[in-house]
């Protein structure tokens, strides 16, 4: 398992952190979201031979954020 953190803009109240915490989840390999709207950081752990980071921006992405 691996950790990483994307910074997401774009998220300002609860609706947005469960949006991406939602998408991140549906992802095969990913484990652990945590999701802090102050910073704008998300935690992810995950499989790295399950999924890329690629694909965990695209979903973030796919809901609206912009991943920097």
């Given at each position: 398992?691996?950790?990483?953190?994307?910074?997401?803009?774009?998220?300002?109240?609860?609706?947005?952190?469960?949006?991406?915490?939602?998408?991140?989840?549906?992802?095969?390999?990913?484990?652990?979201?945590?999701?802090?709207?102050?910073?704008?950081k998300v935690n992810?752990?995950?499989?790295?031979?399950?999924?890329?980071?690629?694909?965990?921006?695209?979903?973030?992405?796919?809901?609206?954020?912009?991943?920097?």
């Open positions: 398992m691996q950790t990483t953190t994307l910074d997401v803009r774009g998220m300002t109240c609860g609706h947005c952190k469960m949006s991406v915490e939602g998408a991140l989840n549906t992802l095969e390999g990913v484990s652990i979201v945590e999701v802090d709207l102050g910073t704008g992810v752990t995950y499989d790295e031979s399950k999924v890329t980071l690629e694909k965990m921006q695209e979903a973030v992405e796919d809901q609206g954020y912009d991943v920097a």
